[in-house]
C-alpha cells in the first residue's frame, strides 16, 4: 500500500462518484431493477417510504463496513452465506428496534422489514464492492445506494399516496390533506373528486416506476442501451 | 504463517465462530429489548380498550397514558365462556398477573380464534347448528369483558375477533347499560389491503356504529356492514367501496362474538345493574 493512496482525501472525486452514481447512472431501482418488491409494496404512505428507506440505509452502510473489514479472513467458498448471517442479524436488529422505539411504524411496515434481507439491493452491494473494497469506500458506497434506493420509493410513495389517499404523512408532520378532507367531502372533493383507488395498490408503483425509467433516460440519453 | 482461507478447517472454525457471536448478539438484543416490545402491545390494547368507551375523557388517549388511565376507567374485567358462565372475575384492585390466563385481560382472542375457533368453522363449514354446539363445547374459547364505571353509568367492553380478506381483524365494542346499545368502537387489522380494507380503523367507520344496536322484537340481530349508499336502520352500517370481503369478515365476526355477549347480558340482568 503506497503512502499516496493512504492520503486519499475522505471527500475525493472518486468517493463523491459513489455517492451521486447510485442516484441516477447506476440507481439500484430503476437502473439494475433490484429491491422491486419492497418498492411496490410499503409505498402506499409517504412515511412507511421513508422509514424503509432509513431502515434499509442501515442496513446496508453497515453490513458493507462489516463485510469490509472482515473481506480479508472471510473463506471465500462460504462467502454468501456470511453476508447473508450478516444482513439477517442486522436486520432483525431493526425489526426489533423499530418495535421497541417506534412501535406504530413498525406495525405498518410489517413483513417488509423482515424482508430487507431478501432486498437484492444489499446483497448485491455485498458481493459487488464491500467484498473488494476498504470500509470508508463501502460506507459511501452503502449510503449511495441506500439514498438511491430511497429517492425512487419516496417518489412513488409521493404519487401513490397523493392521489390514492389525497394526503401526504411525513414523520413528524401532522398528515396533511392535499384536496380536502374525503370524508367530509371538503376541498376538492365536495366537486365530486375521487380518490384514485387504483394508486393504492401494487401495480401502480409498477407504472410511476416505469415513467420514471423513462423521463430518468429521456434526460440522460446515455443510459439507453443498444 | 500464512493461513489457509480455502481450507476445510479454517471454514469450519470460521463459521462456528460467526454463528456463536451473532447468536449471542441477537439473544442479548432481544433480551433488552423486550421489555420494551411487550409495554406497547400491552399499552396498545389498553388504548383500544379505552378508546372503544366513547366517552370524551378517553377520546384520542395516546398509547403513553393508556397504562394509567386504564385502571382509573376500567373497574372490573370478566371472562365467560361461549354458555355465558363466569370463569374468571376481576376487579381494578387485582393487578393484572400475565401469568394468569383467563384474566380478561390478558385472553389472546386473535389466537384463540385462529387456534380453535377457525378450524371449528372449517370443519363444519355450512352447518351453522353444528358450528355453534362445536363453540359451545370447546373449552378453550372465552370472551373478555371490561366494565367501565363513568358518572355514575356502566360500560361494557367487550372484544371480538375474527378474519379478514388477507388476515385477522379484531374490535372492541363498548355496550350500554341496556346490553344491547354500541356507545363506542374500535375495530384493527393485520394485513387488509391499505386504503381499502384497512378502512375499518379510521373514525368515519367505527363512529357508524355508535347508537346502532343488536335487538329487534326482543330478539338478537346482528349489526350489519352493508354495501356503501344504502339504506340504512338501526342494525346497519355503510361499508367501504372497494372493501367487500372485510366487510363480509366484520359481519361474520360480530354476528358470532356478539350473540354470545347479547345473550350474557340478556340471562344476567344483575351484572348490568
Redesign the interface.
Known amino acids: 500500500m503506497s503512502e499516496e493512496k493512504k492520503s486519499e482525501p475522505l471527500f475525493s472525486k472518486k468517493n463523491i462518484q459513489l455517492i451521486k452514481n447510485p442516484l441516477n447512472q447506476i440507481n439500484p431501482v430503476t437502473i439494475q431493477v433490484l429491491g422491486i418488491c419492497s418498492a411496490l409494496a410499503v409505498t402506499?404512505?409517504m412515511d412507511n417510504a421513508i422509514v424503509m428507506s432509513i431502515a434499509v440505509m442501515a442496513v446496508l452502510v453497515i453490513g458493507n463496513v462489516l463485510v469490509s473489514l472482515m473481506r480479508n479472513?472471510?473463506?471465500?467458498?462460504?462467502r454468501i452465506?456470511?453476508q447473508l448471517?450478516?444482513v439477517a442479524?442486522l436486520v432483525?436488529?431493526v425489526d426489533?428496534?423499530l418495535?421497541?422505539?417506534v412501535?406504530d411504524v413498525s406495525k405498518s411496515l410489517?413483513v417488509f422489514v423482515g424482508l430487507i434481507i431478501t432486498n437484492c439491493i444489499i446483497m448485491g452491494r455485498l458481493e459487488a464492492f464491500a467484498l473488494g473494497n476498504k470500509p470508508w469506500a463501502s460506507i459511501l458506497d452503502g449510503v449511495g445506494n441506500g439514498f438511491g434506493y430511497g429517492l425512487v420509493l419516496v417518489v412513488v410513495a409521493f404519487f401513490k399516496e397523493v392521489f390514492?389517499?389525497g394526503t401526504l404523512t411525513i414523520p413528524g408532520f401532522e398528515k396533511f390533506e392535499i384536496f380536502g378532507n374525503a370524508?367530509d367531502l371538503t376541498g376538492l372533493y365536495a366537486m365530486d373528486y375521487m380518490?384514485n383507488?387504483l394508486m393504492?395498490?401494487p401495480p401502480s408503483s409498477l407504472f410511476i416506476v416505469g415513467i420514471y425509467i423513462w423521463v430518468q433516460k429521456a434526460r440522460n440519453p446515455e443510459l439507453i442501451g443498444e | 504463517m500464512a493461513l489457509d482461507?480455502?481450507s476445510n478447517v479454517?471454514?469450519i472454525i470460521?463459521?462456528t465462530i460467526?454463528?456463536i457471536i451473532?447468536g449471542g448478539?441477537?439473544a442479548f438484543?432481544?433480551m433488552s429489548?423486550k421489555p420494551?416490545?411487550q409495554a406497547?402491545v400491552k399499552n396498545?390494547k389498553m388504548q383500544n380498550i379505552l378508546q372503544s368507551i366513547g366517552i370524551a375523557e378517553t377520546d384520542g388517549v395516546t398509547?403513553e397514558e393508556a397504562g394509567a388511565k386504564f385502571n382509573e376507567f376500567i373497574t372490573r374485567r370478566v371472562t365467560i365462556n361461549y354458555s355465558g358462565e363466569i370463569i374468571s372475575d376481576k376487579t381494578a384492585a387485582d393487578a393484572i398477573d400475565p401469568l394468569d390466563k383467563l384474566d380478561a385481560f390478558n385472553i389472546d382472542l386473535r389466537k384463540e380464534y385462529s387456534r380453535y375457533v377457525k378450524p371449528i368453522m372449517s370443519k363444519n363449514k355450512g352447518d351453522d347448528e353444528k358450528i355453534k354446539e362445536a363453540l359451545k363445547q370447546s373449552a378453550d374459547i372465552h370472551f373478555p369483558i371490561f366494565v367501565c364505571e363513568h358518572g355514575g353509568t356502566k360500560y361494557f367492553i367487550v372484544s371480538t375477533s375474527g378474519k379478514g380478506l388477507w388476515d385477522d381483524i379484531w374490535s372492541y365494542l363498548c355496550i350500554k347499560t341496556d346490553g344491547i346499545t354500541i356507545n363506542g368502537t374500535v375495530f384493527a387489522h393485520?394485513?387488509e389491503?391499505?386504503?381499502?380494507g384497512s378502512k375499518i380503523n379510521?373514525k368515519?367507520f367505527q363512529d357508524q356504529f355508535i347508537g346502532k344496536t343488536m335487538e329487534e322484537n326482543s330478539a338478537f340481530t346482528p349489526i350489519k356492514v352493508l354495501k356503501p349508499g344504502k339504506d340504512l336502520n338501526n342494525h346497519q352500517v355503510d361499508g367501504i367501496?372497494?372493501a367487500t370481503f372485510t366487510g363480509v369478515g366484520v359481519n361474520e365476526m360480530l354476528a358470532r362474538n356478539l350473540a354470545v355477549y347479547y345473550n350474557f347480558f340478556k340471562n344476567n340482568p344483575e351484572f348490568t345493574k
Request: aromatic share 10%.
Open positions: 402506499v404512505q479472513i472471510i473463506p471465500g467458498r462460504i452465506i456470511v448471517v450478516i442479524f432483525i436488529c426489533q428496534i418495535k421497541a422505539y412501535y410489517s390514492g389517499s370524508t380518490n383507488g393504492l395498490l | 482461507k480455502d479454517y471454514t470460521f463459521a460467526m454463528v451473532v448478539l441477537l438484543v432481544s429489548l420494551m416490545q406497547n396498545e398509547r393485520k394485513l389491503t391499505a386504503g381499502l379510521e368515519w367501496s372497494g
